[in-house]
């Protein structure tokens, strides 16, 4: 398994955006780093058969799968519930090319995060969920070169 | 000799006495006339002596502990205080104040801690690092219970939340703290100003009356460690606010993972 190298995610978020009838309470000016992902990779794990795309955030944490259907399964942190990652099942083939993933790669995936925003009951959870869907979709060029490469 | 050396001894030194302490224990259980000849006035030596031999590999092994703990890790402490300059900088550049105006501290939750207040294991959030080399004997904790709404200080309600706050907050129209330090400013009765402090920075009035602090503005990080809260960041100033609180979040993301890697280090 070749693991790419990570991708820096530089998120301008406005949090009072994510929250702003300010329903969680006091939740600042900022968004808790802790909740913000930093780095994001795409690699194929060939041994599991499957594309992995995994989030990076200030602190490493131990993390749980749990399958969202059959085409994706998330990576959420042990302790705090963030999502560490996703698992894209390689027996329902991405239709990655060298350039991009393809339109409905990225609407499965964000179908998979949005399910686990609606699940989510905190607002920290929805906040961080929010925060990697943004991320994986920022550099979804990017991740789209990194998955074919190690494809 | 540098540090890296001395750990390596040390750590030589625990594992060659951990190997004695598993030898001792084979010693007093095996019988002398079960062994080979050649190794009898070996072990009947070992096992009349091991009285005393015993406890002093167990002292050693302690003390290399304690000295490997005392003065290799004392790196981790450095790195973490140089990270802790950086945020300083970045959030009061150019500034010509003492240093002890502006700091940075780290606090670690800590369930028990030995004090004289109630209760001891409510729960606390201890300061471990402190930015600067003034004000590093002041050691005032704040209180993390369990019931969070009880939770002292900006530290105290950064934890409890695990967002990061800045007070005042303008966003949210919030008053500049007033200053308690300047006995031209101050009134003749405190009580009033003492109070509007208090509200605003979640402490009792007794305890701004007591300490009476000179910090006018905070800004509070949580610090998660293999995603558990491990403790807060609390940048505090006597500017009547932190002007440059998104600089201080730009550069307390960019060296985040560092810093937490050092903290795994201090664990």
Known sequence: MTKSSWIQIDLSVNPSGIDPEGKCGPVG???APHQMPKAVRGFLDAGRGVYVIELRYPDDEEFKRERQDDFVCVRLGKHSRR???????????????SVQLRTPDVERIEEAVDLLIQQESSCKGRENYSLAKKAIESKRTLLATELFATA | MN?????????????VGALFNVLFAICLKTEVDSVWPVIRPLLTSIQQRIWWLWPIVTLVMFSARMADKRFCDKWGFEAVKEMLEILREKAFPENSDPQHHHRVTLF??????ICLRKWPWS????????SGHTTQHRKTCFLAPDDADKAEGIVGRTWSTCGVIVVPDFAKNQAVLPNLLFEEERPHDIHPIADVYSKATYVSIDWVLKNLPGARSFMGIPVTVKGVPWGVIVVDSRNPHIENSSRVYEAYNLISRPLIKCIERLQ
């Open chain 2, 3 to 15: 540090r890296r050396f001395l750990h390596n001894v040390f750590n030589v030194v625990v594992g």
């Open chain 1, 29 to 31: 000016l900022f968004i």
């Open chain 1, 83 to 97: 999502l560490l990652g996703l698992e894209l099942s390689t027996s329902n083939p991405l239709s990655i090319n």
């Open chain 2, 123 to 130: 729960g606390w959030l201890v300061p471990v690092v402190r």
């Open chain 2, 108 to 113: 670690r939750y800590r369930k028990w801690r």
